[in-house]
């Protein structure tokens, strides 16, 4: 395992990911000269500039720094690139992402939170307990908090909160104290083959947990029972056969309050939540019980629950205007939703909170091999709008697949109300057609239809 301490200079390929540019910043708090590559500017990318990190957009090898004691890279990044190519020619020391993270929390008390969706939110909530109540923690993030616009803090206190990646295996890098799965549904098939294999490797990730340590998984999960911690706590939204549980449900002003029990041990009454969907009220129930367990006090953790303002992208309010006299009132609400069970979430979520509104979708699908495995689970979740308007797919990594589309997804559809667009054509219908409630979802480039929107929309209103 790398010292990490010895290291000077670090090279990022791929330093936009939000991974990446969480341990960018992780050495760069710490005084390392960092840099990076990325394929296109974006919002993170010119964050990192203007916090100090040089970032360069073209595969150029002139532009890699040769005196780089470690190069940094991620699974994402094409074996052809040119940059890559060059450092593994010149047998530099070169890491991937999840072992310099495991290098990182080797010797710290990791709360380490997995899933195949909900880890994002439960991690940043985690983390934000922890550093609101004054507990104190290191943070490393999938997303960008609202709180602290970023996806890394550090702290004293050697406790780290770790969002824990399935991709590529890179979680079974990480030594968790405290393990919290969040969901175990078959996704990234491209590496595992099949969901028997998915499942197998969160079952190895719970056998990482460190003696005494505990995993906390929410209540049902196919395979629970397989999970290796000696010590296992469960978390569901409201079936009182888990361990913790939420009850006393109530919607407000776009968020919920609500009480957190422990069977037979500790009830926290009257939380708020300022963040929509119910499945953020069951992440919120395992922030609560990590917090729990850390031993933070009851009031302390219901006023960082109050305090939290969420995760970019994450049900987050672009606009939220209310009813009036003579007007439905305008809901327009940006998700990173790119699995069937997060858009039916998401979708359903928003329905709830909101019935008397039309819900309109933009979904943006993400990778070849997830539109081909999963089109019928993305037709039933997308089936739960009004209308639905289908952006291009969003390769990222991966190579054309012959026959797989957004049409693909269409065509299962059962919806009257579908329609395929590109950007400019989505832009022009939201000018001509009447919105009520607007869901934009997917986890490529669409979030640069946000702002857009929102100003079309705002100028509508």
């Known amino acids: 395992m790398v010292d990490v301490g010895k290291i000077r200079k670090i090279y990022f390929i791929g330093i936009g990911g939000i991974g990446m540019s969480a341990l960018a910043r992780y050495f760069r708090f710490h005084g390392k000269e960092v840099s990076g590559y990325d394929r296109s500017e974006t919002v993170l990318t010119r964050q990192l500039a203007a916090e100090g990190i040089a970032v360069h957009y073209d595969d150029n090898v002139e532009q890699a720094p040769r005196d780089a ?10 074996g052809d690139h040119k940059e890559l190519s060059f450092y593994r020619q010149n047998s530099y020391l070169l890491l991937k992402r999840s072992d310099v993270l495991g290098a990182i929390t080797e010797s710290s008390f990791n709360i380490c939170v997995a899933g195949t969706h909900g880890k994002t ?32 803090w550090s702290d004293r206190r050697n406790v780290c909160v770790v969002e824990a990646d399935e991709y590529d295996r890179s979680f079974l890098k990480l030594t968790p104290d405290i393990a919290v799965i969040t969901a175990m549904d078959p996704d990234h098939l491209d590496i595992y083959g099949t969901a028997e294999q998915v499942e197998q490797a969160f079952i190895e990730f719970s056998g990482k947990v460190k003696t005494g340590g505990v995993v906390l998984s929410k209540y ?6 397989d999970l290796l911690a000696a010590r296992r706590l469960t978390y569901h939204l409201a079936d009182g056969n888990a361990d913790i549980y939420a009850e006393n449900i109530r919607m407000a002003a776009g968020g919920y309050v609500f009480d957190v029990q422990r069977k037979e041990g500790w009830l926290l009454r009257n939380l708020v939540l300022h963040m929509g969907g119910m499945h ?27 305090a939290f303002r969420g995760v970019r992208r994450r049900f987050e309010y672009v606009l939220n205007i209310p009813a009036s006299a003579g007007t439905r009132g305008l809901v327009f609400i940006d998700d990173y939703a790119h699995h069937p069970e997060e858009l039916r979430a998401l979708i359903s979520g928003a329905r709830g909170l909101f019935p008397g509104l039309s819900c309109t979708v933009i979904f943006q699908p993400h990778l070849y091999s997830r539109t081909r495995d999963f089109a019928e689970g993305f037709a039933k979740s997308l089936d739960l709008a009004d209308q639905v308007i289908l952006l291009p797919l969003y390769p990222a990594r991966e190579r054309p697949m012959e026959g797989v ?4 997804i269409l065509d299962k559809m059962h919806g009257r109300n579908k329609w395929m667009m590109d950007k400019k054509e989505t832009l022009n219908w ?13 986890a490529g480039d669409i979030d640069g239809l946000v702002k857009p929107i929102m100003e079309i929309l705002a100028k509508k209103n």
């Open 69 to 78: 004691d470690l190069v940094v890279y991620t699974p994402a990044i094409p």
């Open 430 to 442: 939201i000018k001509r057609e009447p919105v009520e409630m607007l869901i934009t979802a997917g």
């Open 405 to 408: 589309t957004s049409r693909l």
């Open 121 to 152: 939110t439960v991690s940043a909530m985690t983390a934000h307990i922890l550093r609101h109540s004054g507990y104190g923690c290191n943070a490393f993030l999938g997303g960008i908090s609202v709180n602290y616009n970023s996806n890394f």
């Open 220 to 225: 049902g999960l196919k395979r629970d029972r």
């Open 280 to 306: 953020n009220v069951e992440n919120a129930a395992a922030a609560v019980a990590v917090a729990c367990e850390l031993g933070i006090g009851e009031e302390r953790i219901k006023n960082a629950i109050e």
